[in-house]
């Protein structure tokens, strides 16, 4: 299962397909962006195995410098990846890219995230370590997915 519709949280079993999702993801976007990226990672909580996760990829994507992604904002919309500037309000500091069928037009689906900062920031560093400690401690994990 991949993507969920607009408005809509529902928690599924990790699966496989998951993460195979987003190495294909990150192939398309270090494609597209090349030499600008400093790193890109698969974060989020279908990054984390050992719980029960919204079926939406987060990817995040360190960069220098803002203006180096937007130039490719034509380039990532013909992949698929939709620029929300809107967001902006709620997530300083970083640019958003989402994917799926609600974005296109053609459905309602949510599948992916795209999540732009700037390297070394705390964002980023935030994205990294959450994502660690929550795989180094299953049992963190398991407890937090329990209080949502």
Known sequence: MLG????SVALY???????TEAQ???KQLKNILGCVIKDIQHVGSTSIPS???????DIAVAIDDFNDVLKF?????????????????????QLLFACGSFY????DLQTHFIHVV????MDWINYINFRDYLNSN??????????I
Do not use: C, M
Not at 104 to 107: A, I, L, Q
Not at 118 to 121: D, T
């Open 4 to 7: 969920l519709k607009r408005g």
């Open 13 to 19: 079993e990790h699966e496989k397909q998951w993460e």
């Open 24 to 26: 294909s993801t990150i």
């Open 51 to 57: 719980i029960k996760a919204k079926p939406i990829i």
């Open 73 to 93: 904002e034509n380039e990532l919309r013909e992949s698929g990846f939709y620029y929300r500037p809107q967001a902006q309000a709620t997530l300083r500091n």
């Open 104 to 107: 296109d037009g053609t459905g």
């Open 118 to 121: 700037l390297a070394n920031s």
């Open 138 to 147: 299953p049992s963190v994990a398991y407890e937090k997915v329990q209080t």
